[in-house]
């Protein structure tokens, strides 16, 4: 029977709200799934219809879509959303999961099964990789941008446009150019209305860089701490492939299957969702 939309939820972790979507329902096979950068929980909605017998929680990742930004003396260093997950994990009662991540969520999603690998059974990727490591010797000058970019971004509002319809087409021509439909999908979840204009509600700072970046040795620590299956879907027209760390993955993570799709960085989202479908299920049950 394929999965149904259920309901909104909330959970809790660390004085932050991280909202949610319920698909499936409980006793079949529990799946976390964390959506790409400035993207929302409704990143799954075209793919998650064609998909049965499992059970759901596609995650608003904090700062995105409905769940609460970070306070002002935090911010969006990716390792912090492994203590997200793992809240939701325990107040869901899953002593083990499976993960589903597009993205950055795919990035999250390594994360979390290097740290907690005893309770992450499968791991399926889409179009993410870790991003170029960063140099033990360019950490002072990565602080000193993080710090710049975050009171640039902390004291900016969003964009404003004039209509529903203009805030779904700057992500049709954004930085990850987006299909109609697939943009209207994330809008629907991410655009909110206020004194007659529309704006995407993301926390402004997801924009600045990350404090700290790990090395590749860390990155290894992670990674090779891993257990779990692991696929990762490659989408043959996405323009964020990382060859570089394409190469240092299949090392670091010699049970990882490889699957290139035709298709775009968002290709679970875009006309190719049920074909993507068809390989999340094959692999997570």
Known sequence: MSLEFITDRNFENNGIQLAAKEWGRSGYLPVIALHG???????????????????????????HGRSS?????????????????I?????????????LGHSRGAVISTLVA??????????????????????????????????????????SAPTQFASF??????????FVPLQLAAATTLAERGVVEEGGSFYWRNDQRLKAASMIKFTADQYQDFLSAITCRMMLIRAEDSTLTNQHMQENITQWLPQLSIEPMQGSHHLHLEDTAELVATEVQGFLE
Request: hydrophobic share 40%; charged share 20%.
């Open 37 to 63: 950068w400035l993207d929302n929980a409704n990143s799954f909605d075209r793919l998650l219809p064609h998909l049965e017998n499992f059970h759901i929680i596609a995650l608003d990742s904090a700062g």
């Open 69 to 85: 930004f970070r306070s002002a003396d935090s911010g969006y260093d990716i390792w912090q959303d492994i203590g997200d997950v």
């Open 87 to 99: 809240a939701v994990a325990d107040q869901m009662g899953w002593e083990t999961f499976r993960l």
């Open 114 to 155: 290097g740290t907690i690998p005893q309770r992450v059974t499968h791991c399926l990727l889409i179009d993410g990789f870790p991003p170029i490591p960063d140099k033990p010797q360019s950490a002072a000058q990565q602080i000193a941008r993080a710090l710049y970019e975050n009171r640039r971004f902390g004291t």
């Open 165 to 174: 319809e203009q805030a779904v087409q700057a992500r049709v021509n954004g």
